[in-house]
């Protein structure tokens, strides 16, 4: 890398507006999955396994990514207690759709944590789970504990790989970020192949 690159990363690693940044793509991800909260992820934890970064600079990624990422559950959270938990009240008051609202309120009570955990590493549907748990109701102190150990699990799991993709490109940071979102882009496609794949014996 040329020196002015290397000084860009300085700066740009060493900015707090970069951490301030990182939590507001994360928590809009978690409401609206549009915004690439796993790629600003692997993007900063790159640049902090680079020659500019330091273990610092990662758990201050993990951090921004976290408590992004847990603002973000919980907005859509009470969005599904909110707007959607009134449209499943009147959703109840016939036969078909009382059963139906029960069955996934039983579901959610019995798995909803779970859930949670292993829905936040795909896009969409982790949305779905977190609007869904609001809307049947569950307990706002459990969804909170559950959501800390997802946001942290999900936080540190993908700034952990791209920093170790800085590390092995070290003197090279946009070596390493490419082949830390194409590792990002292999896992997320594989995530959904696996989960679509679990699902497919439902509607056989």
């Known amino acids: 890398m040329t020196p002015d690159l290397l000084g860009l990363v300085a700066g740009l ?3 707090p507006w970069l951490y301030l940044a990182l939590f507001a793509v994360t928590t809009v991800d978690g409401f609206l999955p549009v915004a690439p909260g796993e790629a600003a992820l692997v993007v900063v934890a ?3 396994g680079s020659e500019q970064g330091s273990p610092a600079v990662l758990g201050a990624a993990v951090l921004s990514g ?3 990422a847990l603002a973000g559950d919980h907005v859509a959270y009470w969005i599904g207690r909110g707007a959607i938990g009134r449209y499943g009240e009147r959703l109840r008051r016939g036969e078909r759709g009382r059963a139906l609202h ?3 309120e ?3 009570a019995r798995r909803g944590g779970q859930a949670l955990l292993v829905s936040r590493y795909v896009p969409g549907v982790r949305t779905a789970t977190t609007v869904c748990m609001g809307a049947t109701r569950f307990p706002p102190g459990r969804f909170a504990l559950f959501d ?3 946001g942290l699990i999900w936080a540190g ?3 952990l790989l791209g920093y170790l993709g800085g590390t092995v490109f070290a003197d090279d940071p946009l070596t390493g970020l490419a082949v830390g979102l194409a590792a990002a882009l292999v896992l997320a496609l594989a995530s959904e192949a696996y ?5 497919a014996p439902e509607h056989r």
Not at 195 to 199: E, F, K, L, V
Request: proline letters at 0%.
């Open 13 to 15: 690693v060493s900015s």
């Open 46 to 48: 790159v640049f902090a």
């Open 66 to 68: 976290m408590f992004g």
């Open 102 to 104: 029960d069955r996934v």
């Open 106 to 108: 039983d579901l959610i």
């Open 148 to 150: 800390v150990a997802a």
């Open 157 to 159: 799991g993908w700034s």
């Open 195 to 199: 989960r679509r794949r679990r699902r």
